[in-house]
């Protein structure tokens, strides 16, 4: 699932692709901002993001489901 994180004063968003669903990331999500600790996600890579909630302008979460690949997508 991918995640779109837009951060207060650049230009451009921060984009991770995460495991799991989007229930449990934006339970998580809000959590993180409702106590005002930083979003901790790791990609599907293994690689860790973290960005400061107070730092936070917006989160996209995408949907659950996997993207088709092919000639029938």
Known sequence: MQITIGVQNLSREV????????????????????VGAPIDLTDA???????????????????DEARRVGFGA
């Open 15 to 34: 984009v991770v692709e995460v495991d799991g669903t989007s229930d449990k990331i934006a339970k998580d999500v809000l959590k993180a901002l409702e």
């Open 45 to 63: 890579k293994g690689r860790r993001v973290m960005v400061p909630a107070n730092a936070v302008g917006f989160v996209e979460l995408g949907s």
